[in-house]
């Protein structure tokens, strides 16, 4: 129903864990909501990356609709070192200097 209402999303990933993506890019609707977070404006990321303007308007119109969703996303991944060690002990963190 998903992909009706919002053409050019496809879900990837396990059922209960399936993650919006805008097709063509690559990317989750999360990370390109990030990235729009962070630059603060469709043109600049635009200018500055490969996806263009319909694409980021389709990533948020996605997130305007299903918010709670992305903005869980995006939490997750800007959980600090610590927490991320927690979870997977058995993985070790790059530093920059390795």
Do not use: H, K
């Not at 690559?26 to 990235?35: F, P, T």
């Not at 389709?58 to 070192?81: F, H, W």
Request: net charge negative; aromatic share 10%.
């Amino acid at each position: 129903m998903r992909t009706r209402r919002f053409p050019g999303i496809g879900f990837r990933g396990e059922d209960a864990r399936r993650r919006p993506w805008v097709i063509g890019t690559g990317l989750d609707v999360w990370e390109i909501c990030e990235l729009l977070e962070e630059a603060g404006s469709i043109e600049e990321i635009a200018m500055d990356t490969q996806l263009v303007e319909r694409q980021l308007q389709l990533a948020i119109a996605y997130r305007e609709r299903y918010s709670d969703e992305i903005a869980e996303a995006i939490a997750e991944n800007r959980r600090p070192a610590n927490e991320w060690q927690e979870l997977y002990p058995f993985v070790r963190a790059l530093t920059t200097s390795e």
